[in-house]
């Protein structure tokens, strides 16, 4: 498997798993425009992939929840490389909240998860047309399991599980493939952006590992492995699917069910 003159374009690339995707694109020579807010946290990433490839990324400074931004990423890519082959939609949020909590939580994480995925993508189409590329969605395995402490971004990766499947038929007569990978958790920097502290953090992970049915949970390049394969010519027959990826989670606890 080999990216050699493949344009890919990473949203969320400056850490988790967004990174991870972008260090495995680079192995495999692809052409990097990588997109974060986090400029120091985006340019770690970026000397990463220079040193494993020889080629530097383009760097994106934008944030996807903010309209204009979205048409810069593109331009910016299309300046630069000239092409896009592959769109990951990987940028997203997580918010503490459900139903009793304030409104303005659904619309903030909206704006991010499915506005800006939405946007970014309309952005790109033309051009994943021109080139006969593809989408991989970053979605998540609680966009089917239900976490009422989260309750708004379940809603907001049920949404992209859905635009996976419209896009997907939408774009299939165009030679466009578009899929989801869905992990289960990985220990990131996500919930950390949601002001939980570091040490709760690990705690949550360490926790969360020990409850999985394989007692194990996936890494950023355990995710990465997938969205690579899925943008891969190894994928050509794939359109319209989600790939979960959650150490058995969505299968609930054997034990309880033993
Ligand atoms: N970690 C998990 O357990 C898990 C499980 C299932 C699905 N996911 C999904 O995986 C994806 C990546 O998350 P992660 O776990 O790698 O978390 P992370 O470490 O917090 O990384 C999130 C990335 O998204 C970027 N981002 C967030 N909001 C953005 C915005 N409005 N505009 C541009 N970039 C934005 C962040 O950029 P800056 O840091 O530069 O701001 C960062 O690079 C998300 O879609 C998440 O929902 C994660």
């Known amino acids: 498997m080999d990216f050699k003159d493949k344009v890919v374009l990473i949203t ?4 988790g798993i967004g990174a991870c995707c972008a260090l495995h694109f680079a192995k495999l020579s692809a052409k990097l425009a990588l997109v974060g807010r986090n400029e120091e946290k985006l340019k770690e990433v970026i000397d990463q992939c220079e ?4 080629d530097k990324p383009l760097k994106i400074i934008a944030d996807i929840s903010v309209e204009d931004d979205n048409n810069r990423i593109v331009t910016e890519t299309i300046n630069f490389f000239g092409k896009i082959d592959v769109l990951v939609n990987n940028a997203g949020m997580v918010l503490m909240a459900g139903l009793m909590d304030d409104i303005t939580n659904y619309d903030r994480i909206s704006a991010t998860n499915i506005r800006g995925t939405y946007l970014l993508t309309q952005h790109a189409i033309p051009h994943l047309i021109e080139t006969k590329g593809n989408i991989v969605i970053v979605s998540s395995i609680l966009s089917t399991v239900p976490l009422p402490a989260l309750m708004p971004y379940c809603m907001t990766k049920a949404a992209l599980d859905m635009f996976t499947k419209c896009v997907a038929l939408e774009m299939a007569p ?3 493939r578009v899929n989801s990978v869905n992990p289960g958790p990985v220990a ?6 949601a002001g939980v502290s570091d040490d709760l953090n690990k705690g949550l992970y360490d926790n969360m590992k020990e409850s999985m049915p394989l007692r194990k949970i996936a890494t950023g390049e355990d995710i990465a492995n997938m969205v690579v394969f899925l943008a891969s010519d190894s994928a050509s027959c794939i359109t319209g699917s ?6 058995g989670l969505h299968l609930g606890d054997p034990v309880l069910r033993a």
Request: hydrophobic content about 45%; glycine content about 18%.
């Open 188 to 193: 990131t920097n996500l919930f950390i952006a």
């Open 51 to 54: 040193n494993i490839s020889g």
């Open 174 to 176: 165009k030679g466009v």
């Open 12 to 15: 969320g690339a400056s850490g």
């Open 242 to 247: 989600f790939h979960v990826m959650d150490c």
